[in-house]
């Protein structure tokens, strides 16, 4: 079956699963294969559960007309997406960034879904299959589409632009994030430009942060609509107060607007103005806007104030890089608490610079007053020596020091790679 005769069927179907556990009646399911399964073996429990259509690859497989037999399903979930983005009018605002992306994709979607119809991509569905995922979500009325684009090879965001072909674009920053996949810094920036070049292919236009250097220099050429503290900026913005969440004040022309958000750290004021930009960008009132921005909650351990038990928490450990990790420790410099803690989870995927980059923020700490630093993971372990400082070597190690030393009446800074599963920490507060 081509091409065509599979997107007519997904057009009678509810939608697509790559996921025989939650198959929907009436699905199209996608056996998609990895390193370690084979997706083709769970094509009969997804069509027993009630899908219209499994898209196979493997000819065993094939039992009846049930099961669709392509060279490659991943590739052909891929060119199914390229084709529904080919007969949508909808434009598509394309977002990635080293940091801030999913939570500049979350209040933009926020703010423009005040007063439009929109389709976002959900959670962290940013790579070359969630990326075709969320293009399927789009409907024919949808007014714009938001799709978040991460990537950890150079080369993965030009492919996503392929399939996507977006109208707008955001770059949030280029820093030193999956380094071991980019080879070095300089392959960040080439990776991440990627999405600069496929918005001055298609003749599209970028929302750019005036205050970053790097990108206004990158998107030279390109039609932009600015936003930051720079005169310059089409959007203007200012930081009122940080502590204990930010406040911000933006200008529409003459008309100032103050915002209390519910976001921890001066690093999330250019995703907040980046979501102001593009709702005034798309005609959203200023009153939505700023309604939208301050009624949004963050979660999945991105920038949360939370009030446990014992402490005050800002939990921000979903993901960490030098930079990020580096802007939250000056952020909680800012937050003046009285009884701070921090605990910091070693940054992942930093390849051959990752001891020198550990050591960077260990330096960092020490200009500080900090005085209770838990640092945890066997990067940061190889810094033990550093007196003032308490080394774990795993989150569970941290975990049975604190069932014997417990935290209370602190407000303690958490930030550290995914892999690090720091949240664990959360039941000892």
Partial sequence: MDLEGIYHIWEKSTGISTDSRSVKKGNLFFSLSGDNFNGNKFATQAIEKGAIAAIIDDPDYKTDDNYILVDD????????????????????????????????????????????????????????IGVPLSLMEIQPDTEIAIIEMGANHIGEIKFLCDIATPDFGIITNIGKAHLEGFGNYEGVVKAKSELYSAIKQNKGEVFLNRDDD??????????????????????????????????????????????????????????????????????????????????????????????AANNTILMDAYNANPVSMSGAINSFVDFHSEEPVLILGDMFELG??????????????????????????????KFADKEK???????????????????????????????????????KF
Avoid at 260 to 277: D, E
């Fill in 73 to 128: 399903s991943l590739d052909y979930l891929q060119q199914l997406s390229k084709l529904h983005r080919e007969k949508l009018k909808t434009p598509i605002l394309a977002i990635t960034g080293s940091n801030g992306k999913t939570t500049t994709k979350e209040l933009i979607s926020s703010v423009l879904s005040s007063q439009k119809k929109i389709s976002y991509t959900k959670g962290n569905l940013n790579n070359h």
């Fill in 389 to 427: 400082f308490l080394f774990f070597e795993t989150t569970e190690n941290l975990k049975s020091y604190l069932d014997v030393n417990p935290l209370k009446n602190k407000t303690i800074l958490i930030k550290g790679s995914r892999g690090m599963k720091l949240e664990m920490l959360m039941e």
């Fill in 352 to 381: 051959k610079e990752s001891t020198q980059e550990h050591e960077k923020i260990i330096e960092q700490l020490q200009g500080t007053n900090f005085n209770e630093v838990f640092l945890v993971g066997k990067e940061f372990c």
């Fill in 214 to 307: 790097l990108l206004v220099d990158l998107s030279d050429g390109i039609k932009s609509f600015t936003y930051g503290i720079n005169e310059d900026a089409d959007i203007k913005g200012e930081i009122i107060k940080t502590n204990p969440s930010l406040e911000i004040k933006w200008y529409k022309n003459d008309e100032a607007n103050i915002i209390q958000t519910n976001l921890y750290g001066k690093y999330n004021f250019p995703n907040i103005m980046a979501a102001i930009a593009c709702g005034i960008y798309f005609g959203i009132s200023s009153t939505s806007i700023s309604s939208a921005i301050a009624n949004y909650i963050p979660d999945n351990n991105r920038s949360q104030l939370i009030k």
